[in-house]
């Protein structure tokens, strides 16, 4: 069984189109989280939820929106993408503050 | 606020050779470090953590981390490495209390040659 699952796993789309990526975590962890992964490798929070509330909210645009409907599964949705919006994306979760388990990544192209 | 460097940005190894892998942090309180793994298009993986207790800790795949407090510091060594070590390796912190998150390292790439 797999930990942290992300769906999709790449996703190819053009500028200006909204986009969603899914987590769902199997873990029993109370804490999910995004990452941005640049072209240089660089890891970056994004925003974090702990027991469905956001506790983590980084300098992002506003046109990246997360939604926790349960413990178990934290969604990214992207408006109106940009190429600069081009990278990994990353879902992890965590019990409490303790050491993050990472999924698979989410390769986002924006053409 | 808690930072990292990674020291080398490229580590090229022969195979069977050991390798060090430095990491500094900076931060103005306690903190909990580890280092994480990515294979060529995966996700990151735990490789080993320093929570308190020993400072030196055993991690998975035969890597030993050494916290050193004095010179915040927590490099990565193997004694041997395999072909399959070659990845990129990041280094990661956070403090103490109730800290939820994780500021990373910019990575070292490792790339094992026979």
């Known amino acids: 069984d797999t930990a942290v699952s992300q769906t999709p796993k790449y996703l190819v789309t053009q500028m200006g189109n909204d986009k969603s990526i899914k987590c769902e975590q199997n873990?029993?962890?109370?804490?999910m989280y995004w990452y941005k992964q640049d072209s240089k490798k660089f890891l970056k929070i994004m925003f974090s939820?702990?027991?469905?509330?956001?506790?983590i909210n980084e300098t992002v645009p506003n046109r990246f929106s997360p939604k926790s409907p349960d413990k178990a599964h934290l969604n990214l949705h992207i408006n109106s993408l940009e190429l600069g919006d081009s990278a990994v994306y990353f879902c992890?979760?965590?019990?409490?503050?303790?050491?993050?388990?990472f999924g698979p990544g989410t390769r986002l192209t924006v053409t | 606020a808690q930072s990292v460097t990674q020291l080398d940005s490229q580590v090229p190894v022969f195979e069977e050779a050991p390798v060090e892998l430095r990491c500094n942090y900076s931060s103005s309180v306690s903190v909990y470090l580890f280092w994480y793994v990515q294979y060529p298009n995966q996700g990151l993986q735990l490789l080993l953590k320093y929570l308190s207790g020993s400072t030196l800790v055993k991690g998975i795949n035969g890597f030993e981390a050494e916290f050193n407090k004095s010179q915040t510091s927590f490099h990565l060594r193997k004694p041997s490495v395999h072909i399959s070590d070659t990845a990129e390796y990041f280094c990661a912190v956070r403090g103490t209390y109730k800290d939820y998150k994780l500021s990373f390292g910019a990575g070292t790439t490792v790339t094992v040659r026979a």
């Open positions: 992890a979760s965590s019990e409490s503050s303790y050491e993050q388990y």
């Open positions: 873990l029993g962890h109370d804490t």
């Open positions: 939820y702990n027991n469905k509330e956001l506790i």
